[in-house]
């Protein structure tokens, strides 16, 4: 198996984050305004830490960032703190003072009454609009997804309305206090929406990744595994520690 040549195998997660945040604050003196595209979840934690010290130490100005968030749960109400609007406005946007009109989720994005099919174009043109995304992070599902992309996806997919697969369920469980209560449909950027961004920076940690990671970078590329359509994207970096690299057989592409 060969990974891609722009794979990273890092001993601590800290030096991704921080690798990672390095590139971000770069693009962001260089340019002042750029579009970020925002995932939740446990990976991109750290990374967003470490870009809340930056912006703490003078060294990291979001005022002209534009934030787009990759998917959004379906069922919930507006307010509830488990909807990822919540969840990056607290854990991203706020900390990083991002402005209130340069931030968008899916789903919640545009007002008034509009079909599930009309918001999810309105997402697509929200991007276009804002000039298209410069920068995605990206983490991985254990299932092979990105963002909501499920098993099966296709390489064309836009921004629609998904069924949730259940493994992404039982992973939500503990969030919502029982897979019962977990939403069955989302809201998710397509694969081709995510290929449209210039950059992709992709984190993947621990040894619960380790199989899907082998998978995605090894196995043939394709609507079963959402993650593999990445390689072929001009502009790929992902980065991994030991633990999610570890079924990656060929020479192991460290950092120098
Ligand atoms: C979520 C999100 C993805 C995320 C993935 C992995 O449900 N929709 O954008 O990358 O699952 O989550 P984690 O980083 O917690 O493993």
Same mark, same amino acid.
């Given at each position: ?26 693009? $962001?003196?260089?340019? /002042?305004?750029?579009?970020? @595209?925002?995932?939740? *979840? ?35 109400? #507006? ?12 854990? =991203? ?5 991002? !402005? ?9 994005? =545009? ?20 000039? /298209? ?5 990206? *983490?991985? @599902?254990?299932? /092979? ?5 499920? #098993? #099966?996806?296709? *390489?064309?997919?836009?921004?629609? $309305? $998904? ?13 919502? *206090?029982?897979?019962?209560? $977990? ?41 079963? =595994? !959402?993650?593999?359509?990445?390689? @072929? ?24």
């Amino acid at each position: 198996m060969t990974p891609a040549p722009e794979t990273i195998v890092l001993d601590r997660r800290e030096q991704a984050e921080s690798d990672l945040a390095g590139e971000i604050a770069a693009l $962001v003196r260089e340019r /002042g305004r750029i579009v970020l @595209g925002l995932a939740t *979840g446990d990976t991109p934690t750290g990374l967003y830490r470490e870009l809340a010290r930056l912006r703490r130490e003078k060294l990291l100005d979001c005022s002209r960032v534009v934030a787009f968030g990759l998917d959004e749960y379906l069922g919930l109400e #507006p307010d509830d703190p488990r909807t990822f609007a919540g969840w990056i406005r607290e854990k =991203v946007l706020e900390l990083l003072g991002i !402005p209130e009109g340069s931030r968008h989720v899916p789903a919640t994005d =545009v007002p008034g009454d509009l079909t599930d099919v009309e918001r999810c174009a309105a997402y697509e043109r929200s991007i276009r609009d804002a000039g /298209g995304i410069d920068l995605q992070i990206l *983490g991985i @599902g254990r299932n /092979g997804h990105i963002a909501f992309n499920e #098993p #099966p996806s296709t *390489g064309d997919s836009r921004t629609r $309305v $998904v069924q949730l697969h259940p493994w992404t369920r039982e992973d939500a469980a503990p969030v919502f *206090g029982g897979l019962a209560n $977990v939403p069955t449909r989302a809201i998710t950027m397509g694969i081709a929406t995510i290929l449209d961004a210039k950059r992709i920076r992709v984190l993947a940690f621990g040894s619960r990744k380790a199989a899907i990671v082998a998978r995605a970078l090894g196995g043939p590329i394709g609507p079963e =595994v !959402p993650a593999s359509f990445l390689r @072929g994207h001009a502009d790929l970096r992902i980065w991994l520690d030991r633990e999610a690299a570890r079924e990656l057989h060929s020479g192991r592409p460290v950092r120098p």
